[in-house]
């Protein structure tokens, strides 16, 4: 029995590292599926999420919600120091409990009282490990212990650095896409006069930043579920503005060079793809279908409105249709898994962006409707 709990012990100690240096030190992604990170994520979101969409109020289910990402990473954190305390305990345990302490009666609750105060450095002197291999068990543990503080102060900050570093790009869309964003929108912002030059390079700061999440969000898959900071923006939602944009310039509208929307089309596809597969989500094409032949034709004469005209009209519906099978599946089942929205191609209701508004002003826009949606 005893000899059992040691192996056990052993194991656990050997899995948690395993688990710890591939989330945090290793820098790609992990194909092995049966990880504890990767369980303890999906048990406890399918929790989390489940409460939170009983939520009727928007604003609140988003709030509650935000708590998830920081709290989760707190508490994967904690099961891993609990587990590896477990284990050394048990380690403890299987070697005979060679412990001397004050009630001069060692139990296993010894052992697991033991590895707590080693392995979080406490170093109290009340129960003290005699001389041979237990005390060989306690130095490793102590340094244990003291890699682990280590590599959590390091890796927290990281992750709040990526998750600023998304977030910078997303905020600019509320000025530059509305809040929501939408791809026309976006066109109208950009090219008041059919100069694609703004519009080129902001799609060229896409590109770079679909790299950033895609590295960023492979190496610490946590970053997915942090929530971005103001309403009405959510990552999956301006990945798929982008994807949106980039379709339209490859199908081919007027000034606007096709290489630089595919160059920002590849990446951002690329991106979704591959998160899609770090959740182990299952491509699902949106239901119902987000841009119909009725809303193209909307979409269409809008656009003509800007003077912005699709260089082959006849073929242009077919070919966007062909693009948008080609990431449309990804961004949906992320969105639907993240529980955000996806946005729409066209705005649907003429709101105010949030940078216009604050908690006064907010009243006021409900009341006088003081605001109109910026256009060029």
């Known amino acids: 029995m005893r000899i059992l709990a040691a192996i056990v012990g052993i194991l656990f100690v050997l899995l948690i590292l395993q688990d710890c240096v591939e989330t945090i030190v290793l820098p790609r992604r992990v194909a092995r599926r049966f990880r504890f990170a990767s369980l303890f994520y999906r048990i406890t979101w399918r929790a989390g999420s489940f409460f939170v969409r009983h939520i009727r109020s928007n604003n609140r289910r988003e709030y509650v919600i935000s708590f998830y990402g920081p709290l989760s990473l707190l508490l994967l954190l904690i099961c891993w120091a609990c587990g590896l305390i477990l284990a050394v305990a048990l ?35 009340d129960v003290t490990p005699l001389p041979g291999i237990a005390r060989l068990i306690v130095i490793l543990e102590g340094g244990l212990g003291f890699g682990f503080l280590a590599l959590v102060i390091g890796y927290v900050p990281v992750i709040y650095q990526a998750f600023s570093h998304r977030e910078a790009l997303i905020t600019t869309l509320d000025a530059r896409a509305g809040s929501p964003p939408s791809a026309v929108e976006l066109l109208r912002r950009h090219m008041p006069k059919q100069d694609p030059v703004d519009l080129i390079a902001y799609l060229r700061n896409w590109e770079f930043w679909c790299t950033e999440v895609l590295e960023s969000h492979l190496s610490y898959p946590v970053l997915m579920y ?48 591959d ?56 961004v949906n089942v992320l969105a639907r ?13 003429e709101t105010i962006d949030d940078w216009q508004t604050s908690p006064w002003d907010h009243f006021a826009f409900t009341t006088q409707r003081p605001y109109k949606k910026i256009s060029q």
Do not use: C
């Open 91 to 125: 380690i403890h345990f299987g070697i005979g409990s060679r412990l001397q302490a004050p009630e001069k009666v060692v139990t296993f609750w010894t052992d697991l009282y033991l590895s707590g105060t080693t392995f979080f450095t406490l170093g109290l002197g």
């Open 226 to 273: 942090y929530r971005s900071q103001h309403e009405r923006e959510s990552w999956p939602a301006s990945l798929t503005t982008i994807l949106d944009v980039s379709a339209l310039v490859m199908v081919g509208i007027d000034s606007v060079p096709e290489q630089v929307g595919r160059f920002t089309f590849a990446i951002a596809r690329h991106a979704a793809v």
């Open 275 to 330: 998160l899609t597969q770090t959740l182990y989500l299952e491509p699902a094409a949106p239901v119902p279908d987000r841009l119909t032949s009725k809303a193209f034709l909307e979409l269409s004469n809008q656009l003509a409105e800007m003077g912005i005209y699709f260089n082959d009209p006849q073929t242009a519906e077919i070919r966007l249709k062909n693009l948008r099978h080609m990431y449309e599946p990804y």
């Open 337 to 349: 898994h993240l529980l955000t929205s996806m946005p729409d191609w066209i705005a649907v209701n």
